[in-house]
């Protein structure tokens, strides 16, 4: 009897393809006016209820003693999943009224850049002082040091806040932070843009400062040209 079917089948094979064909086009336009005309919103409710998921790792495709994929991963580890460029810069002396200039311009024209959403850096955080029994807050980017004392201060109430303290400066004063958060949507070559972008602007306005890039979208470009 099963022989007999498949024999069936086989005879009939073009004419069971036609039908296959004619239901599913009549389905398919059915949907196709149920949804307005516009399958986007078939299509979204279809991926939410299989939970399709596509991993596009970087890390997939490079060999597990690669250099650049332990600097990947290791920056990975640092700065978490959220999307990083980080800029380190260092000097003799971080808090010179100079120095803290140079931080706070070079974080406003970061901070301009398309795509950038947050700046951090040791101007442009709010710094908590002490004021009688209350505590006051305030950047350094409102009001930069214009003196050696001035600088001095400045230095005692930042290395006394551990919120700066190894994250946008160095216990030891010699190197200083700048940190670009960037939106979501940044992607492709709107990602290889602000990278490039972000480094030539650090690099032109630090000029003989020593200056090194971290963070996962450095990384990542730095995997793609390996």
Same mark, same amino acid.
């Given at each position: 009897m099963i022989k007999s079917y498949i024999q069936f089948l086989r005879r009939r094979a073009g004419w069971m393809t036609f039908g296959l064909l004619a239901v599913t086009l009549f389905f398919g336009v059915g949907l196709w006016k149920l949804f307005g005309g516009d399958l986007r919103h078939f299509s979204a409710i279809g991926l939410k209820h299989l939970q399709m998921r596509v991993d596009t790792s970087d890390d997939l495709f490079l060999a597990a003693h690669d250099p650049e994929l332990k600097k990947y991963r290791e920056s990975t580890r640092i700065f978490g999943d959220d999307r990083f460029l980080v800029a380190l810069l260092e *000097?003799?002396?971080? *808090?010179t009224p100079e120095h803290l200039a140079l931080i706070s311009r070079i974080s406003e024209s970061v901070g301009r850049l398309p795509g950038t959403?947050?700046?951090?850096?040791?101007?442009? &955080? =709010?710094l908590y002082t002490a004021r009688g029994k209350s505590m006051a807050n305030s950047s350094l980017s409102a009001r930069l040091p214009g003196t050696k &004392? &001035? #600088?001095e201060n400045v230095r005692r109430a930042v290395l006394s806040n551990e919120m *700066?303290?190894?994250?946008?400066?160095?216990?030891?004063?010699?190197?200083a932070s700048i940190i670009v958060r960037t939106w =979501?949507?940044?992607?492709?070559?709107?990602l290889d843009f602000l990278v490039n972008r972000?480094?030539?602007?650090?690099?032109? &306005? #630090? $000029?003989?400062i =020593?200056? $090194? *890039? #971290?963070?996962?979208?450095?990384?990542?470009?730095?995997l793609h040209r390996a």
């Open positions: *000097f003799d002396d971080v *808090f959403k947050r700046v951090s850096s040791l101007t442009h &955080e =709010p &004392e &001035e #600088a *700066f303290v190894n994250n946008l400066v160095s216990d030891d004063g010699r190197h =979501p949507h940044v992607r492709g070559g709107q972000f480094k030539q602007t650090v690099s032109l &306005e #630090a $000029r003989h =020593p200056v $090194r *890039f #971290a963070g996962n979208h450095v990384q990542t470009i730095e």
